[in-house]
Structures are given as structure tokens and as C-alpha cells.
């Protein structure tokens, strides 16, 4: 409550806060059961079953689209946050091609992984009856679907891909922590990619209506508290070995880099990924300690992302943090 | 601005109001293509070339799926309606089944029609590779899935099903007024079926700020703006002679009647489709000039829906009240 007070530790959890957010949030539906998978997949990872390495598996969660904010109980009504979930999606594919398992905590609805050519609505657009009981898939989509189902199945099957949904901030943050709870085994071998567009406002379970906001009575004021910055707690207790990536997205380039470099420093991140609105896809900006690295997309090749170089470089500096953990 | 006005008309529509509105919206994108597919639609069906019954042939407008209202220009945040679209896809179905020719103005992603048995994700879920060339559909969602093909393509191939995508609340209510005035010429053959979830509140484009919205102050306080009501223009300029059903859905079933007819009476609704949160796929109740009438749905078939009892009676009602503007 005191503003003014310059002895504050920058890097200090507000704890008040966050024991009020997820004391605030309707409890998790399914909860036990994400555990129970959350607890096979890190087991198999754990032991060198899967890479015949004889180490650790690295193991990224990556998290993607955004999350929804309520303004009614029974809800009708909620503020959300634009993704399309492309980038979480085109990541994941590079993590896997890379050799990490990857634990998918997405936006219900958004862009799935081996997806990302295909038209919006897959089914009505890429395929046809020929006749009673054979399904064809149209020759220009071709391509597209095959690599969708073969990719996907492949990663799923082989469990290499475990996929969470939520819808709600309550619900991504509390399923984030159980998977970060589950990583703390891995040690640096975790990483977190933290692409979701989680809200930064929203209103507290308890003060919420319990029915429909009327409109008949004039302009609607509406009043939302910050959502408490859970990084903190996430290096801090949740899975405090593992490497550490988080967004900035700004619209206004003037603020970006100023922003992400502040998230670096007070939530102890190893790497801020800042990127402009409009410019998202061609180019994003790493910040880290020892220096910010422009990536770009390969502009030659007319299918290459940005995912693809910013993978190849968040790898290679995870593979130096595990290196130096070792000692 | 005179709120004691006693004489004020409550069937008055505040042009001043909607100018605002749509003075304050984006220029719609694509308008000029969207005008022209609603008039070749609706060319065909004002000849009797595709019915062949010598008369005009029934069209409906069936509005589907919540809209949104960004919170920013360059939009980052937006508040969102809850809708899955599912009555409008069920009910387009009905509408077709009883030879109406349907425009389906519908909030991307949401249902789609004869898609309503698909898993959430039909690609991942119903497909796989069997060999390097070949995919199959599973046997479980086979029926689903051919229904889903089969139908839709007939339905728009046909040329009974012109499809038009919106997003925001600008959006909706731009097209729908391109919609309406196209369906002028119909006359009493015209009907519209409101069931999208749209908003009631927004932030006058010009009022919104250009950048998103700054997290490190403290608590986020907004004020939004009624939408004004357009159903009164609907009624009145946009389409007049058109026969109108409205929606009107609450979490509180002490008021929802009480609203329900307070919109039949305001906006001169043909008649107001009252559904409940919780109840909405059990029943609905009809609110019309001369009585309500509860729709259930057969309880004894475990597909059926009330979609399909609901639309069998607003055919009835529709074809009386064609009857009627003839003498």
C-alpha cells in the first residue's frame, strides 16, 4: 500500500496478490486428470527411455494463444486477447524437429501443430464425397492434410506431444503451475516458452455478477485489477533449473525493447522474445543479458517463418545453460 | 439528452445514435464483393427459377455466433459474446429442409451447418494416413462426417446457402443492414432470424486508443457505450416488409419474459425467441402479439433437438403471415 517505498526489491513476489488470484479463480476442472498425464509424460522423459541418450530429455512447455478474462459467472460475456496461435504452433514443430518433447498448453480453437497450411476450416474446404463411401482430398490441399495427420500423429503416438486446452486465465495459470511443478524433476533440462497472450487484467472470481450485465441502464464502467506476474513465482518455486523464455508484444515500437528488457530483469528471465504487432512475422527481437540478436525470417524462401531461426537460437542457448548447470 | 421527455415515442429509433455508430466503425472490408454476391442470391430466388413454383421463394437471414468489440485500434484486446453458433447451424438445417433458401451471416470459427456431429477438430480427430496416398475416414465419425460433406456442399452448390463470415460488432451490423436492403425487394417472403449473440456495448471507434492498453498502472477502468438498437431501422427502412424474429437470452429466468416482450413490443418483432443459459437446448419459449408458446425438444429421441420444433413453427407463422400481406 505504500507507493513510496524505495527499499523495494524489484525481483519481490507479490505473494498477497497472487494467493488472492488463484484463491479468486473457480476451481480447475479436470485437474486430477492433467495431473495424472502430466506425471506419465515427465516419468517417461525423465529416464532415458525415449532418446536412448542416457541422460534427460529436454522438455519444453510451450504455451500458446490467448487466454479469456470473464465478466459474469454464468458467463455470457469476456474480455480476450488476439492469437491465432501460429507462433506457439510453428514452434512447437521446431522443438520437436530439434528433439524435445513438448507439452502444448493452448487456447482451445487455435492453430494445433503440422496445421498451419491448412485453410480455416479443413473439412469443408479440403475434402469431397466421390461417391457413397469414399472421401478425396482435394489435389491442391493435398499436401497440407498429409502433413498435418502423419506429422501430428507421429508426435502424439510416439509421446513426444502432450496437448493441454484451457480457455480462461483462471485456467491457464493454474494448469501452468501443475506442469511446472512436474518439470521441477527435469532440472535446466525444462525450458518454458512462454508465447500465450495471457491477460493482464481481470476480475476477481468474487466480485464478479452472477448474472447477465444488463444494458438498459446507460454506459457500462467496468473495473479490473491487474493479474498478478506469476514469472516470479515460476523461477522463483515452480521450476526454478529451467531455462526460461517469455513475449513482450507491443503495438508501439518506441516502448518495445525498453519493456522486454525490464521484464528480463525483474522476473529473471534468460530470454524476452519482443515483437511488434505488425511486424510478428517477419521479424522478432531475443533480449537477453548479453545483448539483444535480431532474427529474421529467410526472406528467399517464400514458406520460411521467423519460428525457424528463433528455435534454432533458443536451442543453442539452452544447450549452453545446461552445459554450464553442470558445473 | 432529456430524460423526463414523457412524450418521447418508445418505437422511436435514435438515428442519432446509429449515425454514430456507424460513423464511428472501420469501412467494412471486401463491402463491394459482399453486395455483390447478395444480389445475384438474391436475384435468383426473386425469379421463380429455382423453385419453380411461379412465385418468389422464401429467403431467411439467419444470424449466428457472439461478435466482438475491440478495445483498441490496432486490436490486441476485444471483448467477445459467448456463442458456439450452434442454434444458427442447427436452425439454417431446418430452414433449408423446408425449402428456404438461407443467407448465414456467421462469426468466424463458430458452427458451421450440418457440421454440428464433428469433433471439436474433424481433421485430427476423423482422419488418418494409411498409406503414402491414401486417407480414411474412422469408422466412428464416418456418418458425421459424410453428412457434413454431403450436405453442405448440395446446400451452397445449389446455390440454396450463401455463406458470409463477420467478426466484430462494426462488421455484423454493416453487413447485416447490406443484407437487409438487398432483401427489400422480397417483400413478406423475407425473413430474418436474429440468433447471433451480439454485443451490447462497445467503444466508439474514435474514443479508442490507438496502442494497447498499458498494464503497469494499476487497475483498468473502461467505459463503454450502448450499441444502439437496430432492429427498429430493420423494421422500419432497411426491410419492412420482412417478417422478423429476434432473440433475447438471460442467466435469470425471473426476467427473461418480461424482456422478451418488452423487445416483441419495442421493435415490433413478429415474434421474440426467449432462451435461458442453462435450459437453451431443452426449450424455448415464442413470445408472440396473440401468446407464448413453450418448444420443447422430443425427449424421446436422443439426437432430436429444439431447433427442430422451433423452426417448424416459425414456417407456420411465416407462411400465415405471407398469406396475410397478400389481401
Not at 53 to 79: A, D, W
Not at 87 to 109: C, D, M, N, P
Not at 158 to 177: A, D, M, N, R, V
Not at 234 to 247: D, G
Request: proline share 5%.
Amino acid at each position: 500500500m505504500d507507493a513510496t517505498n524505495n527499499s523495494e526489491d524489484i525481483y519481490e513476489t507479490p505473494y498477497a496478490e497472487i494467493d488472492s488470484f488463484f484463491d479468486s479463480a473457480p476451481p480447475l476442472r479436470d485437474g486430477t486428470n492433467i495431473s495424472s498425464k502430466l506425471k506419465d509424460f515427465i516419468e517417461m522423459h525423465s529416464s532415458s527411455s525415449v532418446s536412448g541418450s542416457g541422460g534427460v530429455n529436454r522438455v519444453v512447455c510451450v504455451t500458446s494463444g490467448g487466454t479469456t478474462v470473464p465478466l459474469e459467472r454464468r458467463c455470457v460475456r469476456y474480455i480476450d486477447n488476439f492469437s491465432s496461435g501460429y507462433r506457439g504452433a510453428a514452434s512447437t514443430e521446431y522443438f520437436l524437429k530439434a528433439g524435445y518433447s513438448v507439452i502444448f498448453l493452448y487456447r482451445r480453437g487455435t492453430c494445433q501443430p503440422f496445421c498451419r497450411s491448412l485453410p480455416d476450416d479443413p473439412l469443408l474446404e479440403c475434402f469431397e464425397f466421390t461417391d457413397e463411401s469414399n472421401i478425396q482430398v482435394h489435389q491442391s490441399h493435398f499436401e497440407a492434410v498429409k502433413r498435418a495427420l502423419t506429422g501430428h500423429d507421429a508426435a502424439v503416438a510416439g509421446g513426444f506431444l502432450l496437448k493441454l486446452p484451457f480457455t480462461t486465465i483462471f485456467e491457464y495459470l493454474q494448469i501452468l503451475q501443475l506442469i511446472a511443478i512436474s518439470m521441477r524433476s527435469l532440472g535446466p533440462s525444462a525450458m518454458f516458452y512462454l508465447a500465450a497472450a495471457a491477460s493482464d487484467f481481470y476480475v476477481p472470481w468474487k466480485s464478479m455478477t452472477e448474472h447477465k450485465i444488463q444494458s438498459r441502464s446507460g454506459p457500462l464502467d467496468m473495473r479490473l485489477v491487474q493479474v498478478p506476474k506469476m514469472l516470479s513465482l515460476l523461477r522463483k518455486e515452480w521450476s526454478p533449473m529451467a531455462f526460461c523464455v517469455s513475449f513482450k508484444l507491443e503495438t508501439d515500437k518506441e516502448i518495445l525493447l525498453e519493456k522486454a528488457d525490464m521484464a528480463l530483469r525483474k522476473y529473471k528471465m534468460h530470454a524476452v522474445v519482443a515483437n511488434e504487432l505488425l511486424t510478428r512475422k517477419e521479424e522478432v527481437v531475443v533480449v537477453t543479458s548479453t545483448g539483444n540478436i535480431t532474427v529474421h525470417r529467410d526472406k528467399t524462401q517464400p514458406d520460411a517463418d521467423v519460428e525457424c531461426p528463433l528455435i534454432h537460437l533458443l536451442v543453442e542457448r539452452h544447450s549452453a545453460y545446461i552445459k554450464d548447470s553442470d558445473f
